[in-house]
């Protein structure tokens, strides 16, 4: 009986159907549906093709703009990574926090902990010593990028073809994206990146920190100096530590510079000696600052400020005055400038990098000035006719001078094989 009833049913819509009149199916339109993007490019494809037919056919086309009916149009969105959804972009810049590292850093936006040399060339005007960043300190993730117009959004008339994802052109890759495994910028397309981004950079003024660590060479003259008392064990100071070791803002039991006046608030620069030189005497090595806070008993008590080393038992104490220096002063680009080599490097190694220390045979006697800038270069031998080419190998900031001599800082690398061959010629004078 319910299957008769079904059949009933249906014949009966069948005829109700069959019997409306053709004007009225006419009228009678599907809803308007939203369609995904790929469904109304299809559309607007089988639209295109519509309206050619209606062309061969000698009807009216329909006019461009105007839509037809029952259909409207398609906007398509296209982000700046092109269409599709839009990846997320990694941040510009991190805000440092407590026991970070650049290590650390390096490893969660690089992928490797190895790469901590690129975020700290990005930073070199907000870190001193790569070894030692601070909480609240922002630091650039990747060098400010080029300003890019967001591209526009693309309106698609319904009778417009559009072309399939996968037949459009792709973009470029250009200077935005960097080189990959598959596209390798040219040498010189390289090199003029390097010499914009050079010519760009601000200058870099020397730090406290340079000033202070960076060492110089005695020049084969004595020094006046004290010492961080050993056996410290035995001495009675109140807090005064008993380690063998001092950390930083801890107290320290020292003996004076005999013949120095030194009082309380002075600076003293713990040092060792480290490299002979043939003619310019020791390398001296700092290891830390220390203030020195007045008599303990029959001892002194000094405070350790900063730490560039191993502070330790035993190490000499050198009285050495506050720094000073103009950081609105930029040095001047000149021709003709002082020209020396290098005396050694405090740490000498296969390969230099950037912040490497190193000692010039120039100073204060030959017009070598605090913030003054060199050029490191080596010359080979002469060719058949006698002719001498220079190859480019680094700039360097002096950040410490003497009579003689002068501290300098490697500040930008072309190529790693500084050594003692290489010479050096002033670029760059600060003004007097």
């Known amino acids: 009986m319910r299957m008769t009833t079904i059949c009933r049913s249906r014949t009966f819509l069948a005829a109700l159907l069959a019997a409306l009149p053709a004007t009225l199916a ?9 369609r995904p993007l790929n469904s109304a490019r299809n559309a607007a494809a089988a639209s295109s093709a519509q309206t050619n037919a209606q062309q061969n056919e000698g009807q009216q086309p329909q006019q461009p ?29 991190h805000t440092v926090q407590q026991g970070e590292t650049l290590w650390a850093l390096a490893q969660q936006y690089l992928g490797d902990p190895l790469l901590w040399p690129e975020i700290y060339r990005l930073n070199t005007d907000v870190v001193e010593d790569p070894h030692w960043i601070y909480p609240g300190e922002e630091l650039r993730l990747a060098p400010a990028p080029a300003s890019v117009a967001s591209e526009p959004a693309v309106i698609v008339d319904q009778n417009v073809a559009v072309t399939p994802a996968d037949s459009q052109p792709q973009r470029p890759s250009g200077s935005l994206l960097g080189p990959t495994i598959f596209h390798m910028q040219t040498a010189s397309a390289t090199r003029g990146a390097e010499l914009d981004l050079r010519t760009s950079r601000a200058y870099r003024a020397v730090r406290e920190g340079e000033y202070f660590s960076s060492g110089f060479l005695t020049e084969n003259q004595p020094l006046t100096s004290g010492r961080i008392l050993t056996n410290l064990e035995t001495a009675t100071l109140g807090n005064i530590r008993t380690r063998e070791t ?9 003996e004076l510079p005999r013949g120095v006046d030194v009082q309380p608030g002075d600076l003293l620069l713990a040092f060792r000696r480290t490299l002979e030189t043939d003619n310019f005497g020791e390398v001296i090595r700092p290891t830390g600052l220390l203030r020195y806070r007045g008599p303990a008993g029959d001892r002194h008590r000094a405070t350790v400020m900063r730490q560039f080393g191993h502070v ?18 930029r040095p001047e680009a000149i021709t003709g400038g002082v020209e020396g080599r290098i005396v050694t490097m405090r740490d000498p190694r296969e390969v230099v990098v950037l912040q490497d220390v190193m000692f010039i045979d120039k100073g204060e006697a030959d017009g070598v000035r605090l913030g003054d800038v060199f050029q490191v270069y080596r010359q080979t031998d ?7 080419v220079e190859q480019d190998q680094a700039r360097a900031l002096i950040v410490n001078t003497r009579q003689r001599t002068a501290t300098a800082v490697i500040i930008d690398v072309y190529r790693g094989d500084v050594s003692g061959e290489s010479r050096v010629r002033q670029i760059r004078r600060m003004p007097s």
């Open 246 to 254: 001092a950390s930083q803002f801890e107290d320290v039991a020292v």
């Open 65 to 93: 703009g105007q839509p037809a009916s029952g259909s409207g149009r398609v906007t398509i969105t296209q982000g700046p990574t092109g269409g599709g959804i839009e990846g997320i972009q990694n941040p510009t810049s």
């Open 382 to 388: 002469a060719d058949e006719q006698g002719v001498r």
């Open 26 to 34: 006419a009228q009678v339109s599907a809803p308007p549906i939203q």
């Open 312 to 329: 330790g038992d035993g190490q000499e104490l050198l009285r050495v005055a506050p720094f000073v220096f103009n950081n609105s002063a």
